[in-house]
Nanobody, 114 residues
Framework: QVQLVESGGGLVQAGGSLRLSCAAS????????MGWYRQAPGKQRELVAVITSGGITNYGDSVKGRFAISRNNAKNTVYLQMNSLKPEDTGVYYC????????WGQGTQVTVSS
């Protein structure tokens, strides 16, 4: 089992920045990749960014060049630095860990005002 706890969400004006954190605990040795997904009201959950255990990253098209995912292996934590935020970035951001199973965090709300 893997437990994920997200933090760092909040309210920010358009053009601002936020940094999300996702701390993993439990069977962390089994994690192959971790990522961030988001879900806006009335929309499907979508990929924001993912990082593998080897450090390979991938981003959703809408956030390329504005968001950056990173990880601190010593702290078992993944970060999402979000810059140049837009109102359409508003949603609940979920942390995901992929091992032999998939684990999700409880989500953290990000609201970007125009």
């Amino acid at each position: 089992q893997v437990q994920l706890v997200e933090s760092g969400g909040g309210l920010v004006q358009a053009g601002g920045s936020l940094r999300l954190s996702c701390a993993a605990s439990g069977s962390i040795f089994s994690i192959n990749a971790m990522g961030w997904y988001r879900q806006a009201p009335g929309k499907q959950r979508e990929l924001v960014a993912v990082i593998t255990s080897g450090g390979i990253t991938n981003y959703g098209d809408s956030v390329k060049g504005r968001f950056a995912i990173s990880r601190n292996n010593a702290k078992n934590t993944v970060y999402l630095q979000m810059n140049s935020l837009k109102p359409e970035d508003t949603g609940v951001y979920y942390c995901k860990a992929i091992s032999i199973s998939v684990f999700w965090g409880q989500g953290t709300q990000v609201t970007v005002s125009s």
